[in-house]
């Protein structure tokens, strides 16, 4: 019996709190005798410290102690070699953490920073991606495990035969995560016992790396992360910060908060590598794909392959008889690259979304009705039915929405005074996956029940999203129940990650409510607690393995400045395909969140490195532009009511990256119409417009 919660909009749960600023971050606890902590960031790209000099430091007022790699605890190394912090004497990249200064004031610990002396041996070093580097490299596999390379047909023989071609190569900066709360922890032992407040998008992974790094059993180790000011992928594992904190906690055996600054964002957590890649697309008169192949080039670090899933996308999107994928790597003396939201599709989508733009153009074919007679019903890369596979909805209902119907395909054909208006299209998709979880539900004797889960809401609307399911799986009203989440002494369950949180924790939550209405149903005894907790490893692990993806089409408005090549987004929509849809308040929020973080994509965001010093050289929100609400005119997400059985039992499809792919393309192909000017590298800034086409 629903209650018909799922699919109620409702406000977050913890709404009030945050915006009164009650709600507490993991650095706002307060904590009996607590100390502060300032990392250290290396000042060369590549080589040794020979000397630390910490007398200066150690005299000023308030500091407790400096750590580095000459007196920091020992920890045990772990797969994240990047973790290993403060062991020895080798830098890696630049800005790698090389110490710690802890004093009984934020103040007095950064200024401790400022008088800590390091001696380097530095090394020459390369820290620029190029596509005839000399270290490019084919990896086993790329992220999370798939095939690094795929071919089906004959690529070169479909391409060559076919009368239309497209052959365009795509490139995309390094792009920082600047989520508002920075990686932060709070940190603590007592009794052997570690506790830690840490801003991350699990706790459960979290508190297996340290009870690793440490040589604790995991029950030692607690990990809370109640509320998390945004992750997008950066806080997706444990990070510097939760080591350093633990590290000076146990070696000044007081508490300790430390939290990055917003400069120490750019570079160290990890960012979304660049790339380099080359679309080629031919098709017949009508359109017709007859082969694609996409080969991306991007960067890793020495110490760890990460290699970003780039040319995955397109192993999936568009049906064609001939297709090719390769991935190549190069390891640069810079900080492992990480996930950034949409892993692998979203800069993928920048380029074949661009290339399906210039084949429609080359065919003489609308962009829409072009993928359109490109869909795929069977998956072009595993063969198998789709689950369900809504791209064309999207496509037909987004057009119609966007007033798609009465546009003029020539390119700088609308103008407005200065403004060259033009519109763009692009298609969207990204995995529906679950994970393994476990969830506990109990009933009370006054008739509420509480639902406890280790899930984190990073901002999402997870916990609000979780209490609705709770409360219809347990039949009741949502006012009865209680959610508790964000606890590594919770019920274990996976990360805020890769759009799987709420099919992969509802998932629990509705098979613990189920064991306890069983229980419940066989008859408690009055005036006590009943609970019963789930585990879906096997049911999860069981599921038969047919492609299953999540679908949308962005529509785009711009005009440019035919004087300056200034760009403005006049409006954006994007009608989505996601399953079912929890929460219409927060999943809304998601989707125009993403759209808005992939028009930053296009027009903003930009890491600039300079090879002479290895490193960013705009590391703060004043220098690495970031779309702000003034550059968002107009902006709707819709959805399909999709039902599709055979995902998991909310039937949801995930909402937290389906939004960011496909956005720059369709902001680039708008500017494309507007201007005539095909931007193949992003961000698009007015100095490439101007001095590409003199526009005006
Ligand atoms: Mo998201 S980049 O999968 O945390």
Same mark, same amino acid.
């Given at each position: 019996?629903?209650?018909?919660?799922?699919?109620?909009?409702?406000?977050?749960?913890?709404?009030?709190?945050?915006?009164?600023?009650?709600?507490?971050?993991?650095?706002?606890?307060?904590?009996?005798?607590?100390?502060?902590?300032?990392?250290?960031?290396?000042?060369?790209?590549?080589?040794?410290?020979?000397?630390?000099?910490?007398?200066?430091?150690?005299?000023?007022?308030?500091?407790?102690?400096?750590?580095?790699?000459?007196?920091?605890?020992?920890?045990?190394?772990?797969?994240?070699?990047?973790?290993?912090?403060?062991?020895?004497?080798?830098?890696?990249?630049?800005?790698?953490?090389?110490?710690?200064?802890?004093?009984?004031?934020?103040?007095?610990?950064?200024?401790?920073?400022?008088?800590?002396?390091?001696?380097?041996?530095?090394?020459?070093?390369?820290?620029?991606?190029?596509?005839?580097?000399?270290?490019?490299?084919?990896?086993?596999?790329?992220?999370?495990?798939?095939?690094?390379?795929?071919?089906?047909?004959?690529?070169?023989?479909?391409?060559?035969?076919?009368?239309?071609?497209?052959?365009?190569?795509?490139?995309?900066?390094?792009?920082?995560?600047?989520?508002?709360?920075?990686?932060?922890? @709070?940190? &603590?032992?007592?009794?052997?016992?570690?506790? !830690?407040?840490?801003?991350?998008?699990? #706790? +459960? $992974?979290? /508190?297996? *790396?340290?009870?690793?790094?440490?040589?604790?059993?995991?029950?030692?180790?607690?990990?809370?992360?109640?509320?998390?000011?945004?992750?997008?992928?950066?806080?997706?594992?444990?990070?510097?910060?939760?080591?350093?904190?633990?590290?000076?906690?146990?070696?000044?055996?007081?508490?300790?908060?430390?939290?990055?600054?917003?400069?120490?964002?750019?570079?160290?957590?990890?960012?979304?590598?660049?790339?380099?890649?080359?679309?080629?697309?031919?098709?017949?008169?009508?359109?017709?794909?007859?082969?694609?192949?996409?080969?991306?080039?991007?960067?890793?670090? @020495?110490? &760890?392959?990460?290699?970003?899933?780039?040319? !995955?996308?397109?192993?999936?999107?568009? #049906? +064609? $008889?001939? /297709?090719? *994928?390769?991935?190549?790597?190069?390891?640069?003396?810079?900080?492992?690259?990480?996930?950034?939201?949409?892993?692998?599709?979203?800069?993928?989508?920048?380029?074949?979304?661009?290339?399906?733009?210039?084949?429609?153009?080359?065919?003489?074919?609308?962009?829409?009705?072009?993928?359109?007679?490109?869909?795929?019903?069977?998956?072009?890369?595993?063969?198998?039915?789709?689950?369900?596979?809504?791209?064309?909805?999207?496509?037909?209902?987004?057009?119609?929405?966007?007033?798609?119907?009465?546009?003029?395909?020539?390119?700088?054909?609308?103008?407005?005074?200065?403004?060259?208006?033009?519109?763009?299209?692009?298609?969207?998709?990204?995995?529906?996956?679950?994970?393994?979880?476990?969830?506990?539900?109990?009933?009370?004797?006054?008739?509420?029940?509480?639902?406890?889960?280790?899930?984190?809401?990073?901002?999402?609307?997870?916990?609000?999203?979780?209490?609705?399911?709770?409360?219809?799986?347990?039949?009741?009203?949502?006012?009865?129940?209680?959610?508790?989440?964000?606890?590594?002494?919770?019920?274990?369950?996976?990360?805020?990650?890769?759009?799987?949180?709420?099919?992969?924790?509802?998932?629990?939550?509705?098979?613990?409510?189920?064991?306890?209405?069983?229980?419940?149903?066989?008859?408690?005894?009055?005036?006590?607690?009943?609970?019963?907790?789930?585990?879906?490893?096997?049911?999860?692990?069981?599921?038969?393995?047919?492609?299953?993806?999540?679908?949308?089409?962005?529509?785009?408005?711009?005009?440019?400045?035919?004087?300056?090549?200034?760009?403005?987004?006049?409006?954006?929509?994007?009608?989505?395909?996601?399953?079912?849809?929890?929460?219409?308040?927060?999943?809304?929020?998601?989707?125009?969140?993403?759209?808005?973080?992939?028009?930053?994509?296009?027009?903003?965001?930009?890491?600039?490195?300079?090879?002479?010093?290895?490193?960013?050289?705009?590391?703060?929100?004043?220098?690495?532009?970031?779309?702000?609400?003034?550059?968002?005119?107009?902006?709707?997400?819709?959805?399909?009511?999709?039902?599709?059985?055979?995902?998991?039992?909310?039937?949801?499809?995930?909402?937290?990256?389906?939004?960011?792919?496909?956005?720059?393309?369709?902001?680039?192909?708008?500017?494309?119409?507007?201007?005539?000017?095909?931007?193949?590298?992003?961000?698009?800034?007015?100095?490439?417009?101007?001095?590409?086409?003199?526009?005006?």
């Amino acid at each position: 019996m629903s209650t018909g919660a799922v699919g109620r909009a409702h406000p977050r749960l913890e709404g009030r709190e945050k915006v009164t600023g009650t709600a507490r971050y993991a650095v706002e606890y307060p904590v009996d005798g607590v100390t502060y902590g300032w990392a250290v960031p290396a000042a060369v790209v590549r080589g040794r410290i020979t000397r630390v000099d910490t007398d200066e430091a150690l005299a000023s007022p308030g500091v407790l102690a400096v750590l580095h790699h000459g007196n920091a605890p020992r920890i045990a190394p772990g797969p994240q070699p990047e973790l290993w912090l403060l062991q020895e004497p080798a830098v890696n990249h630049r800005g790698q953490f090389v110490a710690v200064v802890v004093a009984t004031s934020l103040e007095a610990a950064r200024e401790g920073a400022r008088l800590v002396r390091i001696d380097y041996d530095a090394a020459p070093h390369s820290t620029v991606l190029t596509d005839d580097h000399p270290g490019l490299y084919r990896p086993e596999h790329v992220n999370p495990s798939y095939p690094t390379d795929t071919a089906e047909g004959d690529f070169d023989a479909g391409y060559a035969a076919a009368p239309v071609r497209v052959d365009a190569t795509y490139r995309t900066p390094a792009y920082h995560n600047n989520p508002m709360e920075p990686h932060a922890t @709070t940190a &603590r032992w007592h009794d052997g016992r570690l506790l !830690v407040h840490d801003s991350t998008q699990g #706790a +459960a $992974p979290v /508190q297996t *790396t340290l009870a690793e790094l440490f040589g604790l059993p995991q029950e030692s180790v607690r990990v809370i992360a109640e509320h998390v000011g945004g992750g997008f992928g950066s806080k997706g594992s444990a990070k510097a910060a939760v080591v350093l904190a633990a590290l000076a906690a146990r070696h000044v055996d007081r508490p300790v908060k430390l939290a990055l600054t917003r400069q120490q964002l750019f570079g160290p957590i990890g960012y979304r590598t660049p790339s380099i890649q080359r679309v080629r697309l031919a098709a017949d008169t009508d359109g017709r794909l007859t082969a694609v192949c996409h080969d991306a080039i991007s960067q890793t670090s @020495t110490v &760890r392959e990460f290699a970003e899933q780039i040319a !995955v996308y397109t192993r999936s999107m568009y #049906a +064609a $008889p001939h /297709q090719r *994928t390769t991935h190549r790597l190069v390891r640069l003396d810079v900080p492992t690259p990480f996930w950034m939201r949409a892993p692998g599709e979203c800069p993928g989508a920048y380029a074949l979304e661009s290339a399906m733009d210039e084949l429609a153009i080359a065919v003489g074919v609308d962009p829409v009705e072009l993928r359109i007679r490109n869909d795929a019903q069977v998956d072009p890369d595993q063969g198998e039915p789709f689950t369900s596979r809504n791209l064309v909805a999207c496509l037909r209902e987004g057009a119609q929405r966007f007033g798609w119907a009465q546009r003029d395909p020539t390119p700088r054909a609308r103008r407005d005074g200065r403004w060259l208006i033009g519109t763009g299209v692009a298609g969207s998709s990204y995995p529906a996956r679950a994970r393994p979880s476990s969830a506990a539900a109990t009933a009370r004797p006054d008739g509420t029940f509480l639902v406890r889960i280790d899930a984190t809401d990073i901002g999402t609307g997870a916990r609000t999203a979780l209490w609705q399911v709770a409360a219809d799986a347990l039949g009741v009203p949502p006012e009865r129940v209680e959610i508790r989440i964000g606890d590594s002494d919770l019920p274990v369950a996976p990360v805020a990650g890769g759009s799987m949180g709420t099919a992969s924790w509802s998932w629990a939550v509705i098979r613990a409510c189920e064991a306890l209405r069983g229980k419940l149903r066989d008859g408690a005894p009055p005036g006590t607690e009943v609970s019963a907790e789930a585990d879906t490893t096997d049911e999860v692990g069981g599921q038969p393995e047919r492609p299953r993806y999540a679908y949308g089409a962005q529509f785009v408005e711009v005009r440019v400045d035919a004087d300056t090549g200034e760009v403005r987004v006049n409006r954006m929509l994007g009608v989505f395909a996601a399953g079912r849809v929890v929460n219409p308040t927060t999943a809304r929020s998601q989707l125009i969140g993403g759209m808005t973080m992939g028009l930053s994509m296009a027009l903003h965001e930009e890491g600039l490195l300079d090879e002479r010093y290895g490193d960013w050289v705009n590391h703060d929100l004043a220098t690495y532009h970031i779309t702000g609400c003034a550059d968002v005119e107009a902006i709707e997400a819709y959805w399909l009511d999709e039902r599709d059985d055979e995902l998991n039992p909310a039937g949801v499809k995930g909402v937290g990256e389906i939004g960011i792919v496909g956005t720059a393309a369709a902001v680039a192909n708008a500017v494309h119409h507007a201007t005539g000017v095909r931007i193949r590298d992003l961000p698009i800034r007015l100095d490439k417009l101007v001095g590409v086409s003199g526009l005006a």
